[in-house]
């Protein structure tokens, strides 16, 4: 049982650069999230996406996009890395929307030199 | 305010040994309430729901106190193996819309 599958597990860009990460679920839940843990801020929410369908901004959008492709696959895509993106990704699912307990994939370590 | 609150540690105990910590939210709205466990470089795992009641997973019990706005977690006859993070995880309600929040994590590691 795969759960959450993240890809890449790791990754070093160029400012300017873009890139998308990839996350997938199997365990057919409607909500998807993805985060970015920095040394000091604990779990900051990015974009999530409640249901097939939908997507929504949450604490910290700027600089991202993201894809609900379909109700297993939500993507996240920086379009222009800077410096500042440089941190740990994670993606989440939960059955149904932020009251039930998400479970995260092993994240994306990426670096913006 | 910090919407959640966390006592970042580290604690250092030895093994054997019991060990609470708390963590304070700041809306009284919240609805659901979480501890997970991250381990270092890793994913954060759930570690139990906490329940109005409190509840008990083997050596880990968790309370919650809704007047004083605070969860906890008491761990039991500690292991090696419990040294990691833990998360306080609350849920809000606002607006209509829900809204998970992370605290930053209580460093735990227990000595031999």
Known sequence: ?113 | RKEVEQDPGPFNVPEGATVAFNCTYSNSASQSFFWYRQDCRKEPKLLMSVYSSGNEDGRFTAQLNRASQYISLLIRDSKLSDSATYLCVVNYIIQGAQKLVFGQGTRLTINP
């Not at chain 1, 920095?38 to 600089?63: F, H």
């Open chain 1, 1 to 113: 049982n795969a759960g959450v599958t993240q890809t890449p597990k790791f990754q070093v860009l160029k400012t300017g650069q873009s890139m998308t990460l990839q996350c997938a679920q199997d365990m057919n839940h409607n909500s998807m999230y993805w985060y970015r843990q920095d040394p000091g801020m604990g779990l900051r929410l990015i974009y999530y996406s409640a249901s097939e369908g939908t997507t929504d901004k949450g604490e910290v959008p700027n600089g991202y996009n993201v894809s609900r492709l379909n109700k297993r696959e939500f993507s996240l895509r920086l379009e222009s890395a800077a410096p500042s993106q440089t941190s740990v990704y994670f993606c989440a699912s939960s059955y149904r929307g932020q009251s039930q307990p998400q479970h995260f994939g092993d994240g994306t370590r990426l670096s913006i030199l």
